[in-house]
């Protein structure tokens, strides 16, 4: 039983830590869009791939 | 720009999807590849997306873009949008809401056409609000060129002022979203703590674990009741400073006893806690308000969508014949517009030229394409499809349909009927009744020396809280409004529709309301020597002095000479005598031009509805007036009487047209040739019957008419909305829409009293039997807990009596290209 004293502590810590980023994830609009984000996922991996090149290309037309 | 002579059949172009003209040159050369353009305006769109290094947006989209326009110049409004930017520090926030998006790919394409523009710190679309919010830094970059940049793409973009009541809920529905997750989690720690206390024997756990677990449980709750019960805690102190206890005080009362009492008991290791009963309580009832709350956000967000339906740009024609770009909101009456096929027409207004199909279904929830031509009208918000019109604006700003369709929604739900202040009134007696039931149990309880006569005095206070019997009718009238305004059908008074069910009789218009109001010259009889023709100009002439609906139906017709008629003498709603050439006409109903002639004629028998034209002496022709059966009419009236409902028909035309008219659609109780007045004194005699009275008109002619009635519902159909006056406008043509509005309100009344019946039954229940002692304070929340939920989901039940055919609105729009 005394394993408890240190099991309860630690699921009380993981609640506060799952609130924590919870709360988190509400007030940073996680929840504002729940279709967008299921669609640009299909476009993500390309993104992630030129996105350097592309950044600095843009720029310097758009300048 | 390369140009490559290519006219084969049938090429649509590869940016918009529109048929490519044939003989024209536009293009791009795409991946080595000649893909036709239907213009220039796409032209220079699709390069620039090439250009920019976004090509892929072709190979990843799922629906062709919006067409696009040139000339792309800037829009005077770019530089009024640095005003309405708001910011702290260095970078602004600016909202903005785009048009043209058709697909998901659009969002890629328009985020990386922006961000990688310098200055630009970042841009997020919603996809389903199809709005933007854009960070940007001071003195790096203007709004106005991150719109530029957006225009270079084919979207339309602008800056809006953030609608407060729309960012008033998002900010509550993110407020409820945090509120409830924290009871779930803490919640859900201590019932698992408690269930293991409730099943081990007492002497399995030893005190020291006990009061360990006891302490844990406490830590757990405080979140639950500081935060998650925070709205009914500020409620309650709120209502208690304005001295009307509303039901949020005996559960603000419920909660802090409860969990101050446990705290104590723990602090002292004796006694009873409570911390489960606190967070189920907190949670369910959290749960109840939030799907409260739901109906309310998708009711507003309904009559948001319409305001989003305007676009932003508007094609005018110009004095030289040019036309030009201008914002669609610096449209003045009196514009000239023309509206391509596909585009959203930015005013209400009347057409001038073309020929189109157009799709109302925004605005009235009917699904079928609507043909226009020269002298129809156009609603503001509507979507052209096959060809240019040419229009005139009608209608402006404040006075547009689309605004007026808003406002009367906006008011009907902010209206508070009188029984629900009642009903606030008895709630606060109700609540004072269940504080001093509570306190007496607690003090007999404590006198007898009952040990546990606090946790009975807990659970009474909770079980007989009357959340679930206020929350009975605002949930029901919500879920039915916002249900029915999806079928085009507008509720401009709650209460109409609790009535609506209780009506024995519904009354009938016949000219505008039974028939489509569309009238036109079905038959000529000529009795002098003149011509059909000579007789249809002086005819027309004459009508154009009357506003009356018939003479509608002269407008229509083709004229040959324009005759100038002077000394006009007009007999209300009867007919009307005039000079023409030195001659005298009158033009009128039968009775009118007996008394013209002052003699006798050979009345004709017919259907439909005549007008006689005459001199002073000699009766020159009869001419009938057609005017089509409404849509569903015989439909609605067949099942109206099936619900045995008795239904008449008032009509100020002559017998046998209404006769006939009424065989047709199935009424039996006739009353013809009334004036105005006689129709007023027919609903009093009905009333004073004992009936209760629905009267159903064009919303215009009949205004006195439908004042009187119990429930007036109006047919006037979108166009002439801002005009009608009723406590229910239909604007859908189909008559059909009486079915849906007179079912859903008889559903609604059932759900009305069933929850109050649930409610009733549950609070009187319960309390002898929390009185008693036989309820824990848990189970006294979960049942008051349970029982607010149960009322809120059966009042949600009502947006799903009509879904059927939403459903099948939503299909279409989700169609490719």
Redesign the interface.
């Given at each position: 039983?005394d394993s408890?004293?240190f099991l309860?502590?630690v699921?009380?810590f993981l609640?506060v830590l799952?609130?924590a980023i919870?709360?988190w994830s509400?007030?940073s609009?996680q929840?504002?869009?729940?279709?967008?984000p299921g669609?640009?996922i299909?476009?993500e991996e390309?993104?992630n791939a030129d996105n350097v090149e592309?950044?600095s290309?843009?720029?310097k037309?758009?300048? | 720009m390369k140009s490559h002579a290519k006219s084969e059949k049938h090429q649509v172009c590869f940016h918009c999807g529109l048929d490519v003209p044939s003989g024209a040159r536009w293009g791009v050369d795409f991946n080595g590849q000649w893909k036709p353009m239907c213009c220039p305006g796409c032209e220079a769109v699709a390069q620039a997306i090439i250009?920019?290094?976004l090509a892929?947006f072709y190979q990843?989209r799922t629906a062709y873009s919006v067409t696009a326009k040139l000339p792309l110049e800037t829009l005077e409004q770019d530089k009024q949008s640095e005003i309405e930017t708001e910011g702290l520090g260095d970078v602004i926030d600016t909202s903005l809401m785009i048009e043209g998006i058709t697909c998901?790919?659009c969002?890629?394409l328009l985020e990386?056409q922006v961000?990688?523009?310098?200055g630009v710190v970042s841009f997020k679309?919603?996809?389903?609000?199809r709005r933007a919010v854009l960070k940007t830094v001071q003195h790096q970059i203007h709004v106005s060129d991150v719109l530029s940049?957006i225009r270079e793409i084919g979207y339309q973009a602008v800056s809006f002022d953030v609608n407060k009541q729309f960012y008033r809920l998002?900010k509550e529905r993110?407020d409820f979203?945090?509120r409830l997750?924290?009871a779930v989690?803490?919640g859900m720690?201590v019932m698992m703590?408690t269930l293991g206390i409730y099943v081990a024997d007492p002497s399995d756990i030893?005190p020291n674990?006990l009061q360990?677990?006891k302490w844990?449980s406490a830590?757990?709750t405080f979140?639950v009741v500081l935060f998650s019960a925070k709205p009914f805690m500020s409620a309650a102190f709120r209502d208690i400073k304005n001295k009307m206890p509303g039901m949020d005080v005996p559960v603000a009362l419920g909660i802090s006893l409860a969990f101050l009492a446990s705290l104590y008991n723990t602090f002292t290791g004796q006694g009873d806690t409570y911390y489960e009963s606190v967070c189920m309580f907190v949670l369910f009832l959290m749960l109840a308000r939030y799907v409260e709350f739901l109906t309310r956000w998708y009711a507003i967000s309904s009559s948001e969508r319409l305001t989003q339906a305007v676009p932003m740009m508007a094609q005018r024609v110009g004095e030289d014949n040019h036309i030009h770009s201008v914002a669609a909101n610096t449209l003045v009456l009196g514009d000239q517009i023309q509206i391509n096929p596909g585009e959203v027409i930015p005013a209400d207004s009347l057409v001038l030229s073309g020929e189109s199909q157009v799709d109302e279904s925004i605005l009235t929830g009917e699904n079928e394409p609507i043909d226009k031509k020269s002298g129809d009208r156009l609603l503001g918000g509507s979507h052209n499809l096959n060809n240019t019109l040419r229009a005139r604006v009608s209608c402006v700003g404040e006075d547009s349909t689309l605004s007026t369709i808003a406002r009367l929604i906006d008011r009907a739900h902010a209206e508070k009927p009188a029984w629900v202040e009642v009903a606030d009134r008895f709630a606060s007696v109700f609540v004072g009744m269940v504080i001093l039931v509570t306190a007496s149990t607690a003090m007999v309880g404590y006198w007898q020396g009952q040990t546990d006569w606090f946790s009975i005095a807990l659970s009474v206070l909770v079980v007989t809280c009357p959340c679930a019997l206020s929350l009975a009718t605002p949930t029901a009238y919500t879920a039915a409004m916002s249900s029915l305004f999806d079928r085009g059908i507008i509720i401009t008074k709650g209460v109409a529709l609790e009535q609506l069910s209780a009506v024995d009789r519904v009354v009938f218009d016949k000219t505008g309301t039974l028939t489509e109001g569309s009238m036109r010259v079905s038959k000529c009889t000529l009795f002098g020597q003149q011509s059909e023709q000579a007789l249809m100009d002086v005819a027309i002439s004459l009508e154009e002095f009357s506003d009356h609906p018939i003479a509608r139906a002269f407008k229509r017709e083709a004229r040959q000479m324009n005759c100038q008629v002077e000394n006009i003498e007009q007999e209300n709603g009867a007919g009307l005598t005039g000079q023409i050439e030195g001659e005298k006409y009158s033009i009128g109903s039968e009775s009118y031009i007996r008394r013209v002639l002052g003699k006798r004629f050979e009345s004709i028998e017919s259907a439909e509805t005549q007008v006689y034209l005459s001199t002073d002496v000699n009766l020159l022709a009869v001419f009938e007036i057609h005017d089509d059966i409404r849509v569903g009419a015989a439909k609605a009236i067949s099942w109206l009487k099936n619900q045995g409902k008795a239904v008449s028909l008032l009509s100020g035309d002559k017998q046998i047209p209404a006769r006939w008219l009424a065989k047709k659609v199935g009424i039996e109780d006739v009353k013809s040739e009334a004036s105005p007045r006689d129709k007023l004194a027919e609903i009093d005699r009905l009333q004073l019957a004992g009936e209760q009275v629905v009267m159903v008109g064009d919303g215009m002619n009949d205004a006195p008419i439908l004042a009187k009635a119990d429930v007036s519902i109006s047919v006037s159909g979108a166009s002439q909305l801002a005009r009608a006056s009723s406590d229910i406008l239909l604007l859908n043509n189909d008559m059909q829409a009486l079915q849906h509005v007179f079912s859903l309100s008889k559903k609604m009344g059932i759900i009305i009293k069933q929850n109050m019946m649930w409610a009733l039954v549950y609070n009187v229940g319960a309390l002898p039997l929390a009185m008693a002692g036989y309820v824990e304070p848990w189970q006294a929340a979960l049942g008051m807990s349970v029982s607010s939920l149960v009322v809120v989901l059966n009042s949600f039940r009502l947006r799903f009596v009509l879904s059927k055919a939403n459903k099948a609105k939503q299909q279409k729009r989700v169609e490719f290209g």
């Open positions: 039983m408890l004293y309860i502590p699921s009380v609640v799952i609130v919870y709360l509400v007030r609009g929840f504002d869009d729940l279709e967008g669609h640009s299909l476009y390309e993104k592309e950044k290309a843009g720029l037309k758009d300048q | 250009d920019n290094g892929s990843k998901s790919a969002i890629w990386r961000t990688k523009l310098k679309i919603n996809y389903a609000t940049a998002q993110k979203l945090g997750g924290v989690f803490c720690q703590i030893e674990m360990f677990l844990v830590l757990l979140p």
